[in-house]
């Protein structure tokens, strides 16, 4: 299996602030790489595609980069509604493994 | 709109046999795979298997095949994931979600509400 090691696993910010997010693949996995957000409750929403692309209706404050084993999901200026937990996902083989999650809180 | 709309919330017992479904809408249900996801406060986001309705194709995680049976009608447009017999192990939140790969990386870009199944005696 391919482990996606993400980190921080906890991160505290503030509104306005700049965020990045990284995960790690025991392989490499070109750009083979999802981002998602989950709220307590709520099913994960998908924010990035592919590495880079931008999910449709997902605002451009999210942003990813990176292939090969490192990626980054990067926030440029958080808002209220950005606090929850992250997870990258690879599909670049099966089983298609999540990173461990970031809890990204509010300071 | 596409919808993903899971069966509810489920109490068993270990040794129980249990089918938990996903029926989708708003999109050709057989030009899509669908893949059910299991959340556990332990292990978090796991990824069990996927099918492609089109076909049939499925394609289990090592650590789910045999423990697991994944399937779809497609003429109904619901996806199914179940168990034999349950163990308290099981006891988790189920998601399905829509795998997109129009491009070329796999992508779940829809998900279900999500189904809680509880194993307990």
């Known amino acids: 299996d391919i482990q996606m090691t993400q980190s921080p696993s906890s991160l505290s910010a503030s509104v306005g602030d700049r965020v990045t997010i990284t995960c790690r693949a025991s392989?490499?996995?070109?750009?083979?790489i999802s981002w998602y957000q989950r709220k307590p409750g709520k099913a994960p929403k998908l924010l990035i595609y592919a590495a880079s692309s931008l999910q449709s209706g997902v605002p451009s404050r999210f942003s990813g980069s990176g292939s090969g084993t490192d990626v980054t999901l990067t926030i440029s200026s958080l808002q209220p509604e950005d606090f929850a937990t992250y997870y990258c996902q690879q599909t670049y083989s099966n089983p298609y493994t999540f990173g461990q999650g970031t809890k990204l809180e509010i300071k | 709109e596409v919808q993903l709309v899971q069966s509810g919330a489920e109490v068993k017992k270990p040794g129980e046999s249990l089918k938990i479904s996903c029926k989708a809408s708003g999109y050709s249900f057989t030009n899509y795979w669908i893949g059910w996801v299991r959340q556990t406060p332990g292990k978090g986001l796991e990824c069990m298997g996927i099918?492609?309705?089109?076909?049939?194709?499925?394609r289990y995680s090592p650590s789910f095949q045999g423990q697991v049976t994944i399937s779809a009608d497609k003429s109904i447009s619901t996806a199914y994931l179940q168990w034999s017999s349950l163990k308290s192990s099981d006891t988790a939140i189920y998601y399905c979600s829509r795998g997109d790969s129009t491009s070329h990386a796999l992508t779940f870009d829809y998900w279900g509400q999500g189904t809680l199944v509880t194993v307990s005696s």
């Open positions: 099918i492609y309705p089109g076909d049939s194709d499925t």
């Open positions: 392989q490499s996995i070109s750009d083979y």
